[in-house]
């Protein structure tokens, strides 16, 4: 699993990633790859598309959600 601490003390990494497959609202059998992972110690999850995990854009979205996550929760 690859930590970084990020800008404003912002500290996270990935810590599991799992496949997962749905059924969406249109009846579609979908596949994706479930991602666990900590922003400054709380645990969260975001499931990321087959495609865009096949196109190694999984550490690119959770670092965005991460951000995300730090700007609403991070700051006291």
């Known amino acids: 699993t690859k930590r ?3 800008e404003n ?6 810590t599991s990633i799992d496949e997962y497959t749905d059924i ?3 009846g ?3 596949r994706g790859k479930r991602v666990r992972f900590t922003v400054n ?5 975001l ?9 190694n854009k999984t550490y690119s979205l ?3 959600e991460a951000r995300k996550i730090n700007e609403a929760y991070g700051k006291k």
């Not at 110690?41 to 999850?45: D, Q």
């Not at 499931?47 to 196109?55: E, H, L, R, T, V």
């Open 4 to 6: 970084k601490r990020g």
């Open 9 to 14: 003390g912002m500290d996270w990494k990935i």
């Open 24 to 26: 969406d609202e249109h």
């Open 28 to 30: 579609k059998l979908v």
């Open 41 to 45: 110690g709380g645990r969260h999850t």
């Open 47 to 55: 499931n990321i598309s087959m495609p865009d995990f096949d196109k």
């Open 62 to 64: 959770v670092e965005k």
